[in-house]
Nanobody
Framework: QVQVVDSGGGLVQAGESLRLSCTAS????????MGWFRQAPGKEREGVSY????????IYADSVKGRFTISRDNAKKTLYLQMNSLKPDDTAMYYC?????????????????WGQGTQVTVSS
């Protein structure tokens, strides 16, 4: 049984940083591409970042490029999202997910296993 657990959210002020973590069990973590998504109140869920199985390929949404860094530690079966220079617009529920299908990195239909979400709130 695959289990994905994300954590690390919280309440911060604009300009501060947070690091989200995501662990996945019940699958070959080191063979799995992963992604981070977020959903703000009243908005659709959107892709934030993607990383391939060995960590050599990373992709970012334009809105977070230069501020967020995705990484992974396959030995620890853990995915990270380092978020710097946070803005109020980054306020959302953040989810990590396992990409099981081939195609566009932010196509949510290609992700089968999702974490429960971790709330990030950025105050101005």
């Amino acid at each position: 049984q695959v289990q994905v657990v994300d954590s690390g959210g919280g309440l911060v002020q604009a300009g501060e940083s947070l690091r989200l973590s995501c662990t996945a069990s019940g699958l070959r973590f080191d063979a799995s591409s992963m992604g981070w998504f977020r959903q703000a109140p009243g908005k659709e869920r959107e892709g934030v970042s993607y990383i391939n199985s060995d960590g050599r390929v990373t992709i970012y949404a334009d809105s977070v490029k230069g501020r967020f860094t995705i990484s992974r530690d396959n030995a620890k079966k853990t995915l990270y999202l380092q978020m710097n220079s946070l803005k109020p617009d980054d306020t959302a529920m953040y989810y990590c997910a396992v990409k099981t299908g081939s195609g566009t990195w932010n196509d949510q239909n290609l992700y089968d296993y999702w974490g429960q979400g971790t709330q990030v709130t950025v105050s101005s």
